[in-house]
């Protein structure tokens, strides 16, 4: 029901030809569009040109139409990386680190996970005993770029489909203009 995702870079003149929500924010834009699966009912925004000519540092509020709520910040001027995805849902926290390849899913359930432990008991009053489950499944090692060629490559081979689709990628550039179509009439004063 609620998301929120940090793309921060240092400085590197590659890209600067385009907006940060172009460059960096598309990805996480792309990859909430398919998680959530939902219309996207509002759009608000606001972004700084601090370096280039167009916005180096944006941050948006995405609402949907099933009440899911995207925060997504982006810059490339950072004084350090990050690539984090935090998902917040009924019973679950879930977080991805892109950078750093790791994911951790903790879960509100009703029993203990005695093979966990790390298993918590959250004591409420006046409610049944509850337990925080805490899981890290494994992420395997992958050169992102290198299988998204490959998948690219394949779909053209065997005249497929590929993961990523035409749609897939128009509707993450149509929010994505509209994210810097706010930001542009915010920052006209």
Known sequence: MFIETHRLAQFNPRGTDVAVILDL????????????????KRISASGVSVVSHSPDIANARIEFDNGCVANVTASRISLKQMRKMRLFQK?????????????????????????????????????????????????????????????????????????????????ALSVGFEILKHIEKNNIT
């Open 25 to 40: 924010m598309i990805h996480d834009i792309d990859i909430i569009l398919k998680v959530v699966n939902s219309n996207v």
């Open 91 to 171: 019973d679950a926290y879930i977080t991805v680190d892109f950078l750093e390849k790791q994911s951790e899913i903790i879960r509100l359930t009703d029993e203990r996970d005695i093979s966990n432990p790390f298993t918590l008991e959250l004591p409420i009053p006046n409610q049944p005993t509850r337990y925080l489950n805490f899981d890290r499944p494994e992420v395997k090692p992958v050169n992102s770029i290198k299988m998204e060629l490959e998948l690219f490559a394949k779909s053209i081979l065997e005249d497929k489909e590929p993961p990523v689709t035409f749609s897939d990628g128009y509707a």
